[in-house]
């Protein structure tokens, strides 16, 4: 199994800056996409809305409402991904969540993993 972890949610004013971090263990092989989705407060019905993905190769994807803001990257070596946060509106206020693409050691197919959340709050 894989284990993802995130950290580096918290409160901080409209304009500032926060940086989410996610970091994979476990027996894992090898891991093909990392992603960063959020779900608004108060929605837990509604699908998760991608914020931005990082493939093995570092090509990237964002959401348009992030773009030019967030910049999502990874440390390969560390099973890790980032995602840091620039220019913070009241509207990002949202559970995120990283996912990732991961292939057990000794396995045959890719299978999604999420982590457990972390909340970002930006007060106006």
């Known amino acids: 199994q894989v284990q993802l972890v995130e950290s580096g949610g918290g409160l901080v004013q409209a304009g500032g800056s926060l940086r989410l971090s996610c970091a994979a263990s476990?027996?894992?092989?090898?891991?093909?996409?990392w992603g960063w989705y959020r779900q608004a407060p108060g929605a837990p019905g509604l699908q998760r809305e991608l914020?931005?993905?990082?493939?093995?190769?570092?090509?990237?994807n964002y959401a348009d409402s992030v773009k030019g803001r967030f910049t999502i990257s990874r440390d390969n070596a560390k099973n890790t991904v980032h995602l840091q946060m620039n220019s913070l509106k009241p509207e990002d206020t949202s559970v995120y969540y990283c996912?990732?693409?991961?292939?057990?050691?000794?396995?045959?197919?890719?299978?999604?993993?999420w982590g457990q959340g972390t909340q970002v709050t930006v007060s106006s």
């Open positions: 996912k990732t693409n991961a292939m057990l050691v000794g396995g045959y197919a890719y299978a999604e993993y």
């Open positions: 476990g027996s894992i092989g090898s891991i093909n996409v």
């Open positions: 914020v931005a993905t990082i493939t093995s190769g570092g090509s990237t």
